[in-house]
Each structure stands twice: as structure tokens, then as C-alpha cells.
């Protein structure tokens, strides 16, 4: 069945001192929209996710987001700038003598100034870095789509059932549409009777009745409407059992099924057709509005 464009997965990825954590999260779009969080120091793997990305998605707006899960285990040790700690203190000796006091804790004071103490970091496995970042964002992808088929096929059972449900309906619209010529006729011969009570004029007899119902029969006509409407539906049915990405084509076949009940409610005429026409629509719109959740 097809996947939800809606979801959520996470991964960790570690190895020696390093950890990544991904975490991947969708939501319906027309097309496949990536948006990648993560370090700036990490930017240059970011052609890499997005490739990994396109392996596993085809629609949906997906915010992909690294985490840099080490903290300071790289901080091998503390360096001190002594240059600047240096000109930091001949600055406060200077405004000491022009206040005229001391301070109580000049070691405090200078430990605190910006970039006295700065951490030193050992130097980086790029090769180590990547495969971790790939493999959190493989998995976190993985998840995700598990978590979007989970979606997708609790959404796909259910519009199968309204599948069958407007099934129904179309049963009804071919019945309905058999008898419509019968009921055109004898609200002809009812009226006829009523404009005729003494006597029929020379021109009126059986055959032009039945010339008229013809011609309304043939006017009225919706066989070809219900013919396309049952592909289509069947169309759709197959297409909700399937494990591709069928989205856009689900979009287009409601429209056309859309396009048919239009077709069918203006020819129809009748008022009970009518009434299962904005039966049909307003079935169809829930249908549509589930739709627009699968890739």
C-alpha cells in the first residue's frame, strides 16, 4: 500500500569518541522539499544527505536534522592565550591604580574574558565523521518510512472502504438513470391528459409520444459518464493497493471522477439522482482530502 507523506524517525550512529544523532520529520508538499539542520563545521556532507535523502523519498516537505551528540569528549585539553590574559591584566592593574582599590580575585576575573581559555580539539577523521552523519540519516530515513507506511496503510484501508462505499452509489446512478426514460413518459402522458381531457388534436397520438421520450432518453443519457466514473473508481482502487508512490496520479483520477459526477448531475434531471449526486461529491471530497496525504 502507498506510504503517508507524514512521519517521524530517529537514529544514533557511534563509533571510538564520535556520535551523531539524526532525526527526520515529513509532512505532505507537492513535491520532495528537503530542509537539512545541522553544524556548520558539517556543511560540506550535506550534497551526501540530500542523495541519501532522494533514495528513500519522492514527495513531502522533510526537515533533516544532525546533532553532534560527543559534547566536549573531543577536548583533549585547555589551552591558556597568554598574550591576551597578559593585556587583559595590565588593564586591570591600570583601572585598579586609577580607582585606587584592588580586585579580590583577578584569577576569576581573567578566566572569565573572552579568549583566555580556549579548548583544544583533536583533529577530526573526516572519513569517520561522514559515515557516522550517513548512517544516523540512514536510519533515521529508514524509520521514517516505516513510520510513513504504518500511516499509509491505516489511510489506505480506509479510503478502500470508501471506495466500496461509493461503489454503491454508482449502482444506484445506473438504476436510477433505467428508469429515468419510463418516469419521463409518464409525466408526458400526464400532462397530455390534462391538456387533452375532451380531445387529442390530430398531430398527438402514441408515436409521438414515444418520439419524445426517445429523444429525451438520448439526451439525458449518462451511460458513458458511468462507464468512465466505474474505471476510474477502478483505477483508484488499484492504485491504493499498490506499494509505489501514486499520489499525483490519485490526485488526477479524482478529478476526473469529479469531472464525471458533474457530468451525471447536470444531465440528470431528476430529483432523486440528484440527491445521490451530492451524495457521491461530498464522498469523493473526503476521499480527495485523505488523498492528499500519500506520496
Not at 177 to 203: D, G, N, Q, V
Amino acid at each position: 500500500m502507498p506510504k503517508s507523506m507524514t512521519g517521524f524517525g530517529r537514529a544514533v550512529a557511534t563509533a571510538e569518541n564520535r556520535a551523531f544523532r539524526a532525526e527526520c520529520r515529513s509532512v505532505n508538499h507537492r513535491y520532495l522539499e528537503l530542509s537539512i539542520r545541522m553544524p556548520s563545521a558539517f556543511n560540506a556532507f550535506e550534497p551526501m544527505i540530500r542523495a541519501k535523502a532522494q533514495d528513500y523519498l519522492s514527495r513531502g516537505r522533510v526537515e533533516i536534522k544532525v546533532i553532534d551528540e560527543t559534547g566536549g569528549a573531543l577536548c583533549a585539553r585547555i589551552n591558556v592565550d597568554r598574550a591576551l590574559a597578559q593585556s587583559y591584566l595590565d588593564a586591570l592593574i591600570e583601572l585598579e591604580l586609577i580607582a585606587g582599590t584592588s580586585s579580590p580575585d583577578r584569577i576569576g576575573w581573567l578566566s572569565r574574558c573572552d579568549g583566555v581559555l580556549c579548548a583544544a580539539q583533536e583533529d577530526e577523521d573526516d572519513e569517520l565523521v561522514a559515515e557516522l552523519i550517513i548512517e544516523a540519516v540512514e536510519g533515521a530515513l529508514q524509520n521514517l518510512n516505516e513510520a510513513r507506511e504504518e500511516e499509509g496503510t491505516f489511510i489506505a484501508k480506509d479510503l478502500l472502504e470508501k471506495v466500496e462505499e461509493f461503489k454503491e452509489y454508482i449502482v444506484l446512478v445506473e438504476e436510477r438513470a433505467s428508469e429515468i426514460p419510463s418516469i419521463y413518459r409518464e409525466k408526458l402522458l400526464t400532462r397530455a391528459e390534462e391538456l387533452f381531457e375532451e380531445k387529442r388534436p390530430e398531430w398527438y397520438d402514441d408515436q409521438r409520444l414515444f418520439a419524445e421520450t426517445a429523444l429525451y432518453a438520448d439526451r439525458a443519457s449518462i451511460d458513458e459518464e458511468v462507464t468512465r466514473l466505474a474505471a476510474h473508481i477502478s483505477a483508484l482502487e488499484e492504485g491504493l493497493q499498490s506499494s509505489e508512490p501514486v499520489g499525483r496520479r490519485l490526485d488526477f483520477l479524482i478529478q476526473e471522477i469529479f469531472r464525471e459526477i458533474n457530468t451525471i448531475g447536470s444531465k440528470a434531471g431528476d430529483l432523486v439522482l440528484t440527491q445521490t449526486v451530492v451524495e457521491m461529491k461530498t464522498l469523493i471530497e473526503k476521499i480527495r482530502e485523505q488523498v492528499q496525504n500519500l506520496e
